[in-house]
């Protein structure tokens, strides 16, 4: 195990994504705009007409995933994660009419109604992502 510690705490970031907003382009366009580099997700839920993710389907050395797409009404009840280096890593659980399913946020992922998602910046990290020879993402100091 690795620990990276910041500073503190900065700006906190609400949105309010309306109908037919993509979540994670979104983030990632107000992370940029705003010039976020580091920071905690506090709070996300909301209502999706399609929902974008990956989750893992074994043990292997390096991850073998699943993609799914599900084009249904669909409720997020939660997103978690970080942001380094400007790069969000979330993961969520959702649930239409019959069931839940959590996995990777991905690209796509599109709001029905509304979406609101609270960020609070972290100051004092200077971390990046990288992949290991497993190909399985790892911090590095920048």
């Known amino acids: 195990m690795r620990t990276f510690i910041g500073e503190g705490l900065g700006r ?24 976020i580099k580091n920071a905690i ?21 390096s991850p073998v995933d699943e993609f799914v797409t599900l084009e249904n009404p669909i409720e997020l009840a939660s997103l978690q994660g970080v942001v380094i280096d400007g790069e969000p890593h979330f993961h969520m659980v959702i649930s239409d009419l019959g069931t839940t399913y959590t996995g990777h946020l991905e690209e796509e992922t599109t709001v029905v109604y509304l979406a609101e998602i609270s960020l609070v910046e972290i100051k004092g990290l200077a971390l990046k992502r990288v992949k290991d020879e497993n190909n399985i993402a790892v911090f590095e100091e920048k």
């Open 41 to 61: 997700i506090t709070s996300a839920i909301g209502s999706l007409k399609k929902a974008v993710f990956h989750r893992v389907t074994g043990f292997e050395k």
């Open 12 to 35: 906190v970031v609400v949105l309010n994504l309306q109908r037919d907003e993509k979540v994670l382009e979104s983030i990632r366009g107000q992370l940029a705009e705003l010039g």
